[in-house]
């Protein structure tokens, strides 16, 4: 069964970093692509990254470009989102997901195409 658990969140001040870590089970980073979603109370799903190590492809939305990057350890089947430089309107839920296939080049082919994410975890970024 696939599975994904997020660890990491916390508050932090404008400004500062935080590293997210995502422990998968059930599949292996070879076969699929992943990524990572954020959600404000009473806000739609924003797409923040996806990563394909089949094709090497990688993905940001604009509003993460130059602060957050995307990695992940296949060895461990762990995958991890660096914040640096956050900024208070960087505050929600950021869940982890996989989708089974090279998707990484696309968020629109990511969230269609994924199958399973963890619960989430808060990040909050004070002013």
């Known amino acids: 069964e696939v599975q994904l658990v997020e660890s990491g969140g916390g508050l932090v001040q404008a400004g500062g970093s935080l590293r997210l870590s995502c422990a998968a089970s059930?599949?292996?980073?070879?076969?699929?692509?992943i990524g990572w979603f954020r959600q404000a109370p009473g806000r739609a799903r924003e797409g923040v990254s996806c990563?394909?190590?089949?094709?090497?492809?990688?993905w940001y939305d604009d509003s993460v470009k130059g602060r957050f990057t995307i990695s992940s350890d296949n060895a461990k089947n762990t995958m991890y989102l660096q914040m640096n430089n956050l900024k208070p309107e960087d505050t929600a839920v950021y869940y982890c997901a996989a989708a089974p296939g090279p998707y990484g080049r696309s968020w629109t082919l990511f969230y269609y195409g994924m199958d399973r994410w963890g619960k989430g975890t808060l990040v909050t970024v004070s002013s």
């Open positions: 990563f394909s190590s089949s094709d090497g492809s990688t």
């Open positions: 059930g599949f292996t980073f070879d076969d699929y692509s």
